[in-house]
């Protein structure tokens, strides 16, 4: 049995302009999948060279780079079992034309080029990619159950 893992989850330009980083965020949770960490930012050039540094050189690469920082991301770490292969799953194949119906990509995209979502492809990727865009104390995994923040609250007087 794998452990929790934790993956990076990026709600790209697309998506945010379509008003989709609350539907994506509720698939995840409906899931299960915890939301651990979470912010909207324009990417730098610093953050679009290192998330995108396996590509360059190639032909495509200066694309990748304008495409990530022509608008706002959502970037997110989100944490439960099995939690890189998972996501990915619930995202769906990189072109939406072969993505399974039900999925992000098949429900949202139309092209490869403008997916909607990225997720990390391996626990090493989501490593990298996590700490091109958050510092550790900025990731919360400590979240309670509903039923232990009411008995906090009425314990507390």
């Known amino acids: ?5 934790r993956t990076f989850v990026a709600i790209k330009p697309d998506g945010v302009q379509r008003g989709l980083v609350g539907e994506v965020i509720k698939r995840f949770e409906t899931k299960g999948y ?4 979470l912010k909207m930012l324009q990417v730098t050039d610093a953050q679009a060279k290192a998330h ?6 190639k032909p495509f690469y200066p694309r990748l780079i304008r495409y990530i920082q022509s608008g706002p991301v959502v970037a997110m770490v989100v944490e439960g079992y099995n939690a890189v292969a ?13 993505a399974e119906v039900g999925t992000i990509r098949a429900d949202f995209a139309q092209v490869m080029e403008y997916n909607v979502v990225h997720g990390s492809d391996s626990v090493e990727s989501a490593e990298r990619e996590i700490a091109i865009y958050f510092d550790e104390n900025e990731i ?3 979240r309670k159950c509903m039923s232990e923040l009411v008995t906090e609250y009425l314990d507390a007087d």
């Open 86 to 98: 998972g996501v990915r799953h619930l995202m769906g194949s990189t072109d939406p034309d072969k």
């Open 140 to 142: 919360f995994d400590e």
């Open 34 to 37: 915890k939301v651990t960490a």
């Open 1 to 5: 049995m794998r452990p929790e893992e």
């Open 52 to 57: 995108y540094a396996e590509h360059e050189g």
